[in-house]
């Protein structure tokens, strides 16, 4: 056993019963899940940073003619998909603003309402993607939770093992199950605290990011709808 002996949570893993390595291989199954969630939430939260800003710089360009931003992205990134309905929306308000106006030859232009209803379009397309980037991340919270929970899961079985051995008289295999017994109860809390710290730390750290993102997204937002505002909104005027 000399191999076995360098790898304890092997070792440990093949003395333990059936409920045993039903907890380790739990333990095992939530690790792949917290880490495979990680990697992609961590690598799609740094792409989305990274697009806004070189969109927020494009768009700078244009921000004296807010609806004329052209751009032709392969992959549909937040700010692209915020400003596709912002310019959306917009324009057909003005149409139809343009198709009901008196004077045709006047521009078209945006009551208070339609630069609400347009803010309000924006700010549901906003929340639609921060619920997309916020996906599944539920998962890495239960885990948090449950990891822990199944290794002192593994600690209570474990002891309770030692313990029946103990009071059983097949004192030839008493020793080794005494073994496999508090193996099984220390090293599933191990893997248990192993799992949930990572968890908590990526947990803690992407919704912080979402978080920023969320803000950068809003700030976006109300740099266009003032653009947009100040080219578009119909101007009162008061007659004396």
């Not at 800003?53 to 921000?63: A, N, S, V």
């Not at 807010?66 to 929306?89: C, D, G």
């Not at 998962?139 to 474990?158: E, H, K, R, Y």
Request: proline share 3%.
């Amino acid at each position: 056993m000399p191999i076995l002996a360098a790898h304890p949570f092997l070792d440990s893993f093949l003395e333990a019963d059936w409920l045993g390595k039903g907890i380790y291989l739990s333990l095992l199954a939530l690790s792949v899940i917290c880490w495979i969630i990680l990697i992609q939430k961590t690598v799609l939260t740094r792409q989305v940073h990274q697009q806004s800003l070189q969109f927020t710089r494009m768009f700078q360009k244009h921000k004296k003619s807010p609806l004329s931003f052209e751009f032709s992205a392969q992959s549909s990134y937040p700010l692209q998909k915020i400003y596709s309905v912002l310019k959306r929306q917009t324009l057909e308000l003005l149409n139809k603003n343009h198709h009901f106006t008196k004077e045709k030859s006047q521009p078209a232009t945006l009551s208070p309402t339609d630069i609400d209803f347009i803010d309000t379009h924006v700010s549901s397309s906003i929340m639609k993607e921060v619920r997309h980037m916020e996906k599944n991340l539920f998962i890495l919270s239960t885990i948090v939770t449950l990891a822990p929970f199944l290794g002192l899961l593994g600690t209570v079985w474990g002891i309770l093992v030692t313990f029946s051995e103990l009071q059983s008289h097949q004192m030839a295999n008493t020793n080794q199950m005494m073994l496999g017994g508090l193996s099984l109860a220390l090293t599933t809390t191990v893997l248990g605290l192993i799992i949930a710290i990572p968890a908590l730390i990526g947990y803690n750290y992407l919704k912080n990011a979402i978080k920023g993102l969320q803000t950068d997204m809003e700030s976006f937002s109300s740099e266009v709808m003032a653009s947009v505002e100040l080219q578009y909104r119909q101007v009162d005027v008061k007659h004396e």
